[in-house]
């Protein structure tokens, strides 16, 4: 079945970077979107980019431009973003989600940032 | 950025009734808009897409409709696995946006 797992929660400090991962299983990863939507606390849904696995094309979201980085690696399936320049205002849970429509969707991975 | 407009926020039902929530788009977005469903401790699900096209998995009593600037999903006979928050989301143009919600709870 299908299956996105993400990293585990993340706490780190202001100003440093984060790197959090989301391995697909059960379908073919490299013909699939993977979005990243960011979710924090109380907010909505937010809309970071995506990332196409089969040739790296990405698009982003301008409000997360230099703020987010998005990755593939074709060879374990894994998508990957970074977050850098963190500041309390990145705390959030943060979804990665495969397809066009966000057909199936990881846990979320929490990252608190916190001196 | 095109704004997504849940109405309402929270809305108090009992099981067999039904339910309609309302999204309504800043401008047009055609019928380029899908539905989600959020659960405690489950992963966020694709109901509808495209207005009203009901995603594999997706049961009957969910409908959807609209196009253009107004859409509705529409729960018929509510059973007790449907008290969730639901999303709409627009993918007519970047960025993609998503309504603030509606939380549909047990009367």
């Known amino acids: 079945q299908v299956q996105l797992q993400q990293s585990g929660t993340e706490l780190v400090k202001p100003a440093s970077s984060v790197k959090i991962s989301c391995k697909a299983s059960g379908y073919t990863f490299t013909s699939n979107y993977m979005h990243w939507i960011r979710q924090q606390p109380g907010n909505g849904l937010e809309w970071i980019g995506w990332?196409?696995?089969?040739?790296?094309?990405?698009k982003y979201n301008q409000k997360f431009d230099g703020k987010a980085t998005l990755t593939a690696d074709k060879s374990s399936s894994t998508a990957y973003m970074q977050l850098s320049s963190l500041t309390s205002e990145d705390s959030a849970v943060y979804f990665c989600?495969?397809?066009?429509?966000?057909?199936?969707w990881g846990p979320g991975t929490m990252v608190t940032v916190s001196s | 950025d095109v704004q997504m407009t849940q109405s309402p926020s929270y809305l108090a039902a009992s099981p067999g009734e039904s339910v309609s929530i309302s999204c309504k788009a800043s401008?047009?977005?055609?019928?380029?808009l899908a539905w989600y469903q959020e659960k405690p401790g489950k992963a966020n699900k694709l109901l509808i897409h495209s207005g009203s096209t009901l995603q594999s998995g997706t049961p009957s009593r969910f409908s959807g409709s609209g196009s253009g600037t107004d859409f509705t999903l529409t729960i018929r006979s509510l059973e007790s696995e449907d008290f969730a928050v639901y999303y709409c989301?627009?993918?007519?143009?970047?960025?993609?946006?998503f309504g603030s919600g509606t939380k549909l709870e047990i009367k």
């Open positions: 989301q627009q993918y007519n143009e970047y960025p993609l946006t």
């Open positions: 401008k047009s977005i055609s019928n380029n």
């Open positions: 990332i196409y696995p089969g040739n790296g094309n990405t």
């Open positions: 989600a495969g397809g066009w429509f966000f057909d199936f």
